[in-house]
């Protein structure tokens, strides 16, 4: 099976392995080794796309080919050879894509990419360094960026981070309660419901000059920087498959609630539940380092908000898959996703008792890094 979609791609030589990674909610992976002629072994990264989640897969492929191609004309600009760029590999007759038509009669869509050598991945990091440089990561991802023409990006998933939006359709389905789990999940929904008022924060303002549209990852957890095995600096960005126009608070609160979180999202025991404040910290540095001087002082006076609005915004999503019967993420057990949405309610309220401090540190580092690139200070971090 696996041969019959390499066979379709612009790959040399014979498969000798191809193994499935679990990594991600949603696609599905493989690492795949093949032997050229002269012996050398050379892999690759194949993945099938999901297009319940992604409903037009050419257009997602458009877009990564876009943003890669950009973002390597600029780190070639600027001479940067210590980081890389996913590299699509074409197909046969040219396409980023090849569609493999099930007995069905659906279609299956498939990628490959070029795999990235010498990197190693994290999971769930509690090392300030890994997080300072998922941050930076993340940071320089949308410094380099940042000229990008944003016409030319399309939104793959419709509204994705419309918080708002997601909460009117938990409400919604809250009333059709299909699969009769409401009356279990009341307390979690008595939660939402009074945490209305910040739903529409972001999205009200974004696309003013205080919350400009840009080129965001959406999806920037540890797991989707590659570092380099040799110094952990960060190698590259990966999982560019929700990269579309939006707000860089989405980006940065998500950062923060995924890496700086004291457990998994799926852990149990609520009491383990909280946000770390040195990997809230490491995080923020590394992001601030690359993105001080282009982001506006309302941006980095919201960040704070943006942490708390986007944790609230996966409590919904998990809360509504469960009401609705797991249809979206990828769950290991019947109540999978009831957990994840208990966990994300539980770090909300840990963030929230940590507000004043999340603010006051954002505003100190933001200032340390403009009066840095203003040459005003010298860099000095303790990553
Ligand atoms: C999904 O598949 P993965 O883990 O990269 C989801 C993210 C969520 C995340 C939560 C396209 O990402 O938005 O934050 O699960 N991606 C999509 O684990 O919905
Ligand atoms: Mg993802």
């Keep these: 099976m696996i041969e019959d979609i390499i066979a379709k791609f612009n790959i040399k030589g014979e498969m000798v392995k191809s193994e499935v990674i679990n990594a991600g909610n949603i696609n599905s992976t493989y690492v795949v080794t093949m032997r050229e ?16 989640v992604f409903t037009e897969p050419s257009i997602l492929m458009k877009n990564i080919e876009n ?6 004309m600029q780190m070639r600009k600027s001479h940067d050879n210590k980081h890389q760029v996913l590299k699509v590999v074409h197909t046969k007759d040219g396409k980023s894509l090849c569609k493999i038509r099930k007995e069905t009669g659906e279609k299956d869509y498939y990628r490959i990419y070029y795999y990235i050598d010498n990197a190693i991945s994290y999971d769930n990091s509690k090392d300030p360094f890994i997080v300072y440089n998922t941050g930076k990561a993340f940071g320089n991802f949308q410094k380099l960026l940042k000229d990008y023409p944003i016409k030319r990006l399309s939104e793959t998933i419709k509204d994705f981070h419309h918080t708002e939006k997601r909460y009117e359709k ?17 307390p979690e929904i008595i939660f939402l419901l009074q945490h209305e008022e910040y739903y529409s924060l972001i999205t009200d303002e974004l696309g003013t000059l205080s919350v400009p549209i840009r080129v965001t990852h959406n999806d920037t957890k540890v797991n989707n920087v ?3 095995k040799d110094n952990g600096d960060f190698l590259a960005v990966i999982d560019l498959d929700t990269v579309m ?6 980006d940065y609160g998500d950062g923060i609630r995924s890496t700086a979180a004291m457990t998994k999202e799926d852990e149990a025991d609520l009491t383990k539940v909280g946000l770390n404040l040195e990997l809230f910290e490491a995080y923020t540095d590394g992001y601030l380092s690359e993105m001080a001087s282009d982001l506006t002082y309302e941006e980095v006076n919201m960040m704070a908000e943006a942490i708390r609005i986007i944790t609230l915004e996966l409590a919904i999503r998990f809360l509504d898959d469960y009401i609705i019967g797991d249809d979206y993420f990828k769950i290991d057990y019947e109540k999978h996703n009831l957990v ?3 966990n994300q309610i539980a770090l909300v309220k840990d963030i929230e008792k940590k507000m004043d401090y999340l603010k006051n540190y954002i505003l100190e580092c933001y ?12 860099k000095k971090t303790k990553y």
């Design 37 to 52: 002629d002269d012996g050398k072994t050379v892999k690759y990264l194949l993945q099938k796309i999901n297009n319940n």
């Design 367 to 378: 200032e340390k890094h403009l009066k840095e690139t203003k040459g005003l200070s010298r």
């Design 245 to 250: 126009p939006g707000s860089m608070l989405y």
């Design 67 to 72: 943003v890669t191609n950009f973002l390597e």
């Design 226 to 228: 590659l570092m380099n």
């Design 170 to 186: 938990l409400m919604q389905d809250i009333r059709i309660d299909a699969e009769d789990r409401v009356n279990e999940v009341a």
């Design 340 to 342: 994840r949405a208990r």
